[in-house]
């Protein structure tokens, strides 16, 4: 259904606009940048400036379905040590947040974002009738919508399309990862590129004769053609992009050692971009491998071990380059875990789970009750924060726009945020 295109100059100047336009940019196929860099800047598109006090919003997926009853672990509850022998977060191991709950031990990076005041976490987070399938869960967070109704466009990609149309910008988006685009991103008419490193996202020394190319059209003025026309006016803003970008890897500078992990690198590359002045919006990574049915405890450890480590050394790094105030940091999961454990020491497919909110403007803390583990809705914790409210949060009070036309309805926000 959505299929990558490329483009190349050839190609380029022999089509016409029209085509152009509608292969480019009006469909909502994904862009994967590998080797093919070029063909992407050549669709980048010219972008109005924009202030540098523009927030950003980066999102963390924890894709499989994390155990939030063990990131947040409610150690002094009975129903909690009885359903969970093997795995249940001991109190002298856990790290405290208040006298009932408490971090995983291997999630040293939240504890220390939360006693920077740089974390909120929000509790019980979920949606009515709940889908256990990895990929139809997904599917309701990315889109807001069940799989009954038209999904098209998810509800970032919803974003980008109401900002490009006020306000053009280049490179509104982009998804760092080898995995398939997140849905949430998929939009009627912005093309968000995917990458998988820096190096391959630029126009390196390797590539001086494009570059040469690119410059050369970029600068011309005929313009006696529509098509041309279009492509000078885009080829400069896409050449900045790159020299940007490149600057980004050669020129940043930082005293913060990032863990040697694969999240942890995606995302200093996305604070490179963030400290070289690319005035991208939205930044979207993935961490896999939350799926744990069996032998949990060591798998989990090291995910969360993963995650926390990456979180805290980003936010330390954003603050370092003066950044901090303008990044907001969301993860979220498509679902938790059940209560009770499995006979394979793990835990299968549940409901409701935490969000997390990390940066300088959140409200530090728990938000919301923890839900309850006596009351419980198929052995699964019952919801009591849609997530579309967390989404209208930072869509209203992050990123300034009217949540409803994205969301299909009103929802109140949850107090996460600094005003």
Known sequence: MFESKSLDLKVLVMTTRRNFLKTSFASSAVVSIGAAAPQFLLRAGAADSKSQDDSILVMV????????????????DEAYRQARPTLAVKADEALKIDNAYGFHPAAKGLANLL??????????????????????????WHTCRRKTAVRNDGWLG?????????????????HFGHEKQPFA??????????????????????????????????????????????????????????????????????????????LAQKLKTVAQLIDSGLQTR??????????????QAPAHAALLRELSGALDAFVRD???????DRVLTMSFSEFGRRLQENASEGTDHGAAAPIFLAGNRVKPGLIGQHPSLTDLQD???????????????????????????????????????QS
């Open 61 to 76: 997926q924890l894709s499989g379905g994390n155990d939030g009853l063990n990131t947040i672990a409610p150690f002094n």
């Open 158 to 174: 919803r974003f980008l399309d109401q900002t490009q149309k006020a306000s053009p910008q280049n490179l509104p988006a982009i």
């Open 115 to 140: 006693e920077n005041s740089r974390l909120a976490i929000v509790q019980g987070v979920g949606y009515a009738n709940p889908n256990r399938s990895h990929f139809e869960s997904m599917d309701i």
């Open 379 to 417: 052995g699964d914790v019952k919801f009591h924060t849609d997530f579309r409210q967390v989404y209208a949060t930072v869509l209203e009070q992050w990123l300034g726009i009217e949540s409803a036309p994205i969301l299909g309805e009103k929802l109140a926000p949850v107090a996460a945020l």
């Open 318 to 324: 954003l603050d370092e380059h003066g950044h901090g």
């Open 185 to 262: 991103l998929y939009s009627e008419n912005i093309r968000v590129p995917s990458v998988t490193s820096l190096d391959r996202f630029r126009l390196s020394e390797g590539n001086e004769q494009l570059r040469k190319t690119v410059s050369r059209i970029g600068q011309t003025t005929t313009a006696s053609n529509d098509l041309l026309g279009f492509v000078e006016s885009s080829t400069g803003s896409a050449l900045s992009a790159s020299q940007q970008i490149e600057a980004a890897g050669s020129n940043y500078k930082s005293g913060i050692t990032y863990p040697d992990s694969g």
């Open 282 to 295: 939205i930044y979207y990574v993935t961490l896999d491998g939350f799926d744990t049915h069996s032998r």
